[in-house]
């Protein structure tokens, strides 16, 4: 009977080579595919949400939803800070959007933060806060106010749910409210004719506050240079899509 030969060390190390080179080639690629169906989902949630933010103003004389959330008769309602998820939840279900959309899960990133239910916003412009400086005749309140609905951003991924909507400055080169970066270095953001979109980051500064802590950003960051970011496309992409236009003459990069 024939001695069966064992595997040398030199062989046994060959083997675990090839298979940490196996797995340092097949873990990105698995870590980008789950990453990829997280986006996907993610922009199926603000396809689902924009085409009830048009079935509710087709249902209401074209009065858009308001987008404050802070409002008892809000998209959804903000119910506090720090409640439990079946509060958050009761605020989601008031809100006057689930009746065309309703699924709890619709209203979530896959990325979301844990803890919280709703992580899309509405954009001021969309029938939003007021008090942006340059904005009162901006501000669209019914969506035959809408030019090239293809252009103009309703919603976006921010993360988590404020009591307010989401803020951009319109007459200055800079944040307000954090961007974030949801999918790897951008985010997914849906338009009032009810298409969702991936938009990827090109300034590295966008990234940059897109990782701050968001506590500092409500506090510090938002009211320092760090908020100030001149001839960031990014920057200038957003506010158009907000806002239709710039209300000042950008820098050059």
Same mark, same amino acid.
């Given at each position: ?5 064992? #595997?040398?060390? +030199? ?25 990829? @169906? ?13 085409? /009830? ?26 119910? &506090?800070?720090?409640?439990? $998820?079946?509060?958050? +939840? ?8 689930? *009746?065309?959309?309703?699924?709890? /899960?619709? #209203?979530?990133?896959?990325? &979301?933060?844990?803890? $919280?239910?709703?992580?899309? /916003?509405?954009?001021? /412009?969309?029938? @939003?806060?007021?008090?942006? *400086? &340059? ?19 309703? #919603? ?5 749910? %404020?009591?307010? %909507? ?6 200055? $080169? ?16 849906? #338009?009032?004719? &009810? ?8 300034? *590295?500064?966008?990234? $940059? ?19 100030? %970011? ?13 806002? %239709? ?9």
């Amino acid at each position: 009977m024939a001695k069966q030969r064992a #595997f040398t060390l +030199i062989e046994l190390l060959v083997v675990i080579a090839i298979i940490a080179i196996l797995m340092a080639i097949l873990i990105p690629a698995l870590q980008r595919a789950r990453e990829q @169906g997280k986006r996907a989902s993610c922009l199926n949630n603000l396809r689902q949400l924009a085409m /009830a933010w048009i079935m509710y103003a087709d249902e209401n004389d074209d009065k858009i939803v308001h987008a404050d959330t802070g409002r008892n008769d809000a998209w959804v309602r903000w119910l &506090g800070r720090g409640v439990s $998820e079946q509060t958050q +939840i009761t605020g989601l279900k008031s809100g006057l959007l689930y *009746p065309y959309c309703p699924d709890v /899960a619709l #209203f979530k990133c896959p990325t &979301g933060i844990r803890g $919280e239910t709703v992580t899309y /916003a509405i954009v001021d /412009a969309m029938n @939003g806060y007021e008090g942006i *400086p &340059g904005t009162k005749s901006l501000m669209i309140y019914r969506r035959t106010q809408i030019r090239r609905p293809n252009e103009r951003m309703v #919603f976006l991924d921010e993360g988590r749910l %404020s009591p307010n %909507s989401w803020t951009i400055w319109y007459d200055q $080169e800079r944040w307000w409210d954090q961007i974030t970066a949801r999918h790897g270095d951008g985010t997914n953001v849906a #338009f009032a004719d &009810g298409r969702s979109e991936y938009w990827k980051w090109k300034d *590295p500064r966008t990234v $940059e506050i897109a990782e701050m802590d968001y506590d500092y950003w409500q506090n510090t960051g938002r009211n320092g240079g760090q908020s100030n %970011s001149p001839g960031n496309p990014d920057l200038h992409k957003v506010q158009r899509a907000v806002w %239709s236009k710039l209300g000042y003459t950008p820098s050059n990069p």
